[in-house]
């Protein structure tokens, strides 16, 4: 393989999907300068740029996951067919806490260089594993050491984890830790990692009274919040109205029982939604996924993986599982469906891409092909056999696109993935140290999986 070029780079015939109203797609070049976009148009040139022949592919903004626990990787696939309930008991409340420090960078590192691979340029880090100080700055760590664009959104200790989100009299803030993190680690908004805090927010512990408190929290820092709401029945939006703490930095996750009402109330004040349409609709429990209600509300919802313990780590298949979600809602006549728009395939990488960059408040920064933004782009070869010859190509990467087309990844203009192969030096490494934490986890917690093999890896050639 050929090292990837650096320095400018002029992305030369590929159509491009820009996500920007005011900027065509087409058959164009792409201009890239000091990581950001500098021009889109026809026959660009620049004796100083590094010419990519992008014949053949689109290029398209890199994919925004918001809504992913990145320490689950190390359990990849382990809760395919499980309940909420049995995903909860086994890898949050049993495996997290024996978690070291230094597994959670392995851990970090291995979920953003997978997303990467994947054509995912920008993810939100849901993380509620912030067992001590040293477990929070080792999963900063890990996301700074892959060159993904990320947001670390600071959450709650796994340990007692069952005090920390369901007891009623447990009415203890947010972890005050994150102000350290927010003074001494993640003090630069402009960087690749910034942070939010991701509160337990009104239908857990503590109930709206401590949510509003959390919120006034984070707003002291001057970071944004995300909190899980709408899949226990019960009117989380409207307390957080009540007690006048709703805004536009406020992301709510899943939503997947929030009201219609409710969600007219997020969109007046300006706040954001995202779904996780393939585990909403495969973990029993968590409810049918709300991406068309979402829309139809006036919301620009973004979409995200969730959790590797049952989904896969691109967002190929969460869009869809979008479409086949709301296709399924629609068929069946599912109650509050009867005259909601169908969602589209535009719909869904609008929400994997520019909206999911709104949602995670980066949509100054990424998220679209606009000439000043940074350069988060991904090349996906359209002259593959699984989808050529294309006649529509939203329509073709929605429906048929998957983590082999991904040719190329830059992330600021920094080439991560060239030519079909992740470039990280510490690629095999890093998968090695996770198998030996997987080893150890599922050794201490019985029953072993089954199937499980413990030590010598034969998958590992």
Not at 125 to 147: A, F, K, M
């Amino acid at each position: 393989m050929t090292n990837p070029p650096s320095g400018p780079l002029l992305l030369r015939g590929g159509f491009v999907i820009t996500q920007d109203s005011g900027v065509e797609d087409g058959f164009f070049d792409v201009l890239v300068k000091n990581g950001r976009i500098e021009a889109v148009g026809t026959e660009l040139g620049d004796t100083d740029a590094h010419v990519i022949d992008a014949s053949g592919m689109a290029i398209l903004p890199g994919f925004v996951d918001t809504h992913r626990h990145l320490w689950s990787s190390l359990f990849r696939f382990i809760a395919t067919d499980w309940g909420y309930n049995d995903y909860y008991e086994i890898v949050q409340v049993e495996y997290s806490p024996r978690l070291t420090p230094a597994d959670l960078y392995t851990a970090n590192l291995l979920g953003a260089l997978s997303a990467i691979d994947a054509g995912v340029t920008t993810l939100r880090d849901e993380s509620h594993v912030q067992n001590s100080p040293e477990h929070t700055d080792q999963l900063i760590e890990g996301l700074r050491d892959s060159g993904v664009r990320a947001v670390f959104a600071y959450g709650w200790p796994s340990v007692d984890l069952r005090s920390w989100q369901w007891d009623e009299d447990n009415v203890q803030p947010h972890p005050r830790d994150m102000k350290r993190v927010r003074e001494e680690v993640l003090n630069d908004d402009s960087a690749l990692v910034t942070l939010n805090a991701m509160l337990r927010g009104p239908e857990l512990v503590g109930g709206p009274d401590t949510a509003a408190k959390d919120i006034e929290f984070a707003r002291e820092l001057d970071i944004h919040s995300s909190m899980h709401v709408g899949h226990l029945n019960q009117p989380g939006i409207e307390w957080l109205d009540e007690r006048g703490v709703l805004g536009p930095d406020l992301l709510f996750l899943h939503c997947t029982k929030t009201t219609d009402n409710e969600f007219r109330l997020i969109r007046d004040s300006g706040g954001h939604v995202q779904a996780t349409p393939y585990i909403e609709s495969v973990m029993g429990g968590v409810r049918p996924p709300a991406l068309a209600r979402m829309l139809n509300a006036g919301l620009k919802p973004g979409l995200g993986i969730d959790t590797e313990t049952a989904a896969a780590s691109d967002m190929f298949h969460v869009m869809r599982a979008a479409l086949t979600g709301d296709g399924l809602l629609h068929t069946v006549g599912y109650e509050g469906y009867e005259d909601v728009p169908r969602v589209t395939a535009s719909d869904v990488l609008e929400a994997a891409t520019i909206s999911g960059a709104a949602a995670a408040g980066l949509d100054d920064r990424t998220g679209s092909i606009t000439p000043g933004k940074a350069a988060d782009l991904v090349l996906l070869r359209m002259d593959d056999i699984n989808l050529y010859p294309v006649v529509d190509p939203v329509k073709a990467i929605v429906a048929g696109g998957h983590q082999g087309n991904v040719d190329t990844v830059m992330v600021a203009g920094n080439i991560l993935k060239w030519r079909g192969e992740l470039l990280h030096p510490g690629l095999r490494k890093v998968q090695r140290d996770a198998k030996a934490i997987l080893d150890r986890i599922v050794e201490e917690v019985p029953p072993v999986p089954a199937g499980y093999v413990a030590g010598v890896d034969k998958w590992d050639k």
